[in-house]
């Protein structure tokens, strides 16, 4: 019912930035909230950060300070900027969001394919 792609991963230097983005769409009456997880080689999926269709936000303290999200719900989209990166920022990022279908209709939960950030000098 529901698509999430993701885009904008690539190759940075150490201290570069990048501005990935994940627009949800098909049958969707509300969001209530985005995020992003990252997963490197031979590690398990981390949440990085979260927000609802309100501007609500966490971070994980790994990236406070240097990760943003933001959201343009008209669009369904939700965008991470990330800056001073670092090696260790490495992964796989996936978004996700929290979807309602209809008027009081169960939420559930989608997953985009996931996009590349490799952090390497």
């Known amino acids: 019912q529901v698509q999430l792609v993701e885009s904008g991963g690539g190759l940075v230097q150490p201290g570069g930035s990048l501005k990935l983005s994940c627009a949800a769409s098909?049958?969707?009456?509300?969001?209530?909230?985005m995020g992003w997880y990252r997963q490197a080689p031979g590690k398990q999926r981390e949440l990085v950060t979260t927000?609802?269709?309100?501007?609500?936000?966490t971070y994980a303290d790994s990236v406070k300070g240097r990760f943003t999200i933001t959201r343009d719900n008209a669009k369904n989209t939700v965008y991470l900027q990330m800056d001073s990166l670092k090696p260790e920022d490495t992964a796989v990022y996936f978004c996700?969001?929290?979807?309602?279908?209809?008027?009081?209709?169960?939420?559930?939960?989608?997953w985009g394919q996931g996009t590349q950030v490799a952090v390497s000098s």
């Open positions: 996700n969001a929290f979807i309602t279908h209809q008027s009081m209709g169960d939420m559930r939960v989608y």
């Open positions: 098909g049958r969707i009456f509300s969001i209530n909230a």
């Open positions: 927000i609802t269709s309100s501007g609500t936000t």
